[in-house]
Nanobody, 125 residues
Framework: QVQLVESGGTLVQTGDSLRVSCAAS????????MGWFRQAPGKEREFVAA????????YYSDSGKGRFTISRDNAKNTVYLQMNSLKLEDTAVYYC??????????????????WGQGTQVTVSS
């Protein structure tokens, strides 16, 4: 089972950019599909983006498409989420998730089973 630790969350202003990271340990990182989710106060956790095991394929929700970029560095056992043009509604705790299930629907949010503790991103005006 992989262990995940997110970092990089902070207070930023609208329009800023921010990159959050998630470091993995405890298992073979390249065996896992990685994803980013977020949970705003009073809302359910929401899928943002996923990246395939080798990093060659990505998938985004509507909320992540266009402004966010997911990437991974298998040599560093780390997955990243680059967020640009941040908006107030991007304020949330950002979680990374992982799964090792194979198949054509590798990006499906329901497959993710391992989670980090989250990192808080707050966007202010």
């Amino acid at each position: 089972q992989v262990q995940l630790v997110e970092s990089g969350g902070t207070l930023v202003q609208t329009g800023d950019s921010l990159r959050v990271s998630c470091a993995a340990s405890g298992d073979t990182f390249s065996s896992y599909v990685m994803g980013w989710f977020r949970q705003a106060p009073g809302k359910e956790r929401e899928f943002v983006a996923a990246v395939s095991r080798a990093g060659g394929r990505t998938y985004y929700s509507d909320s992540g498409k266009g402004r966010f970029t997911i990437s991974r560095d298998n040599a560093k056992n780390t997955v990243y989420l680059q967020m640009n043009s941040l908006k107030l509604e991007d304020t949330a705790v950002y979680y990374c998730g992982a799964h090792d299930i194979s198949g054509p629907l590798w990006y499906m949010p329901a497959l993710f089973r391992s989670w980090g503790q989250g990192t808080q991103v707050t966007v202010s005006s």
